[in-house]
Structures are given as structure tokens and as C-alpha cells.
């Protein structure tokens, strides 16, 4: 028994001993990326002191900011995609090469950096991320009455899919206890809706490519709080 013990002892201490190496081996990195994560903090603050939006004081909806998010939605998409791109080119690029353990963590938390860029389209049009987050709800609730089936303009058909396959993502991603799509979403005047399903049939095309995967829009609805901060009825925790 006592050899036992002493064995798994020595196994725990191997452990602890290699996890503390890898953490030191990595600890710049870690520095770098929380160092980066404040700073995309401070940027979004700054966006919001610099260009104040109050969603509750929208009657009619800017047909030129609401044009001004899409097009930036579709920068913010190829940035996106370009970073699942690298991330995917890099685990390939892992299993091809002897990468070891701790370079391959260093490469994915220099990757995962990168997602901090999506603030740079933002500054680019002057929009405070409660404007985007306003914008992003306003666009999906009109896809939602899209797919309902309020408006059958047919100049819409292209887009009728995007809202139910948006929600079974989110319900397949969301975690235990979060707040419903369509709560997240949120209501808005029939008119602010109507105003938005005319804008999206000058362009379907470009909706389709303004529109991302699930836990992208989830996080650009709450912005600039966050969607782990919202409880299942939509309050703050």
C-alpha cells in the first residue's frame, strides 16, 4: 500500500512538475494575449464614449447607419472566416510537421488573438458596439418575420432560410439556462421592421454574406457586455 502511494506520489509531483514548465514556457504568451484582450476592452469603451447610442431612443430606423452596419458586417465576416482559416491551416500544418505539445498550445493563443481585430471595422465607421449591437437585432428580427412569412415578396426567398438555421445553431451552442434567440433578439415597432425588410431586398446577396455563424451574432448582440453576463430572463448577472 505504501509503495502504491509512493507511486502516485511520484506520478502527481511528475505532473504538477510538467504542467509548471509548460505554464512558464508559455506564461509570455499569456501575458501578450490578456495584454491584448484589455486593450480590445479599452477600445470598445472608447467607441461607446466617443459615439453614444441608446437603442431605447430609436423611433425610425437609419436607413444609413443600418447600411453602414451591413457593409461592415461583411468586413467583420472575412475577417472571421480568414481566422478559422489560419487556425484550420495551422492544425493542419500540425499534423504534417513533429510540432510539440508547447509550440502547438503557442501557436493557438497566438491565433486566437487575432479575433481582437474585429474592433478595427468598428473604428473604420464610427460605430459604437451598442449601435452594431442595435443594427444586429433589427437585421435578424426582420429575417425572422422574413421566414414567417410576413412579407412574401418574393425578392426575399433567398433569405427565408438564414433565420431558422441561425436559431437551430444557437440552440445547438447555447449554453444550459441562457436566454432564448428570440429574447436576445428582442422586439421592434412594425415599422423599424418594415423599413429593414425594404433595405434587404436592394441587396440579398450582400445579407447573405453579412450574416456570420451562431456564437458570432450571439456575441454582437450583447455587445458590449457579453453574452456570459445575461441570465435565461435577460438580466444582467
Not at 35 to 49: D, K, Q, T, Y
Not at 101 to 113: A, C, L, P, Q
Not at 117 to 137: G, K, L
Amino acid at each position: 500500500m505504501k509503495k502504491l502511494l509512493l507511486g502516485c506520489g511520484v506520478l502527481l509531483a511528475l505532473g504538477l512538475a510538467t504542467m509548471g514548465y509548460v505554464v512558464w514556457q508559455l506564461w509570455p504568451d499569456i501575458q501578450q494575449t490578456v495584454s491584448e484582450a484589455e486593450e480590445f476592452e479599452r477600445r470598445l469603451m472608447a467607441l461607446e464614449e466617443d459615439y453614444p447610442f441608446d437603442a431605447d431612443e430609436q423611433v425610425d430606423l437609419d436607413t444609413e447607419r443600418f447600411t453602414a452596419s451591413l457593409d461592415m458586417r461583411v468586413i467583420i465576416g472575412r475577417n472571421l472566416d480568414d481566422w478559422k482559416n489560419d487556425i484550420n491551416a495551422f492544425g493542419e500544418t500540425i499534423e504534417e510537421r513533429d510540432v510539440g505539445f508547447v509550440e502547438e498550445i503557442r501557436g493557438y493563443i497566438s491565433r486566437f488573438s487575432e479575433m481582437f481585430q474585429i474592433i478595427a471595422p468598428m473604428e473604420d465607421f464610427a460605430m459604437s458596439p451598442s449601435e452594431f449591437n442595435y443594427h444586429t437585432r433589427v437585421l435578424w428580427a426582420a429575417l425572422a418575420t422574413v421566414a414567417h412569412g410576413l412579407d412574401d415578396d418574393p425578392d426575399l426567398d433567398s433569405l427565408r432560410e438564414l433565420y431558422p438555421k441561425m436559431k437551430t445553431q444557437y440552440n445547438e451552442q447555447r449554453a444550459e439556462g441562457s436566454i432564448d434567440l428570440d429574447e436576445l433578439i428582442g422586439e421592434f415597432d412594425a415599422t423599424v421592421l418594415s423599413t429593414a425588410r425594404d433595405m434587404l431586398k436592394t441587396d440579398t446577396a450582400r445579407i447573405e454574406q453579412a450574416v456570420t455563424n451562431a456564437s458570432a451574432e450571439a456575441i454582437f448582440m450583447t455587445l458590449p457586455k457579453g453574452p456570459r453576463e445575461f441570465n435565461a430572463d435577460g438580466d444582467e448577472l
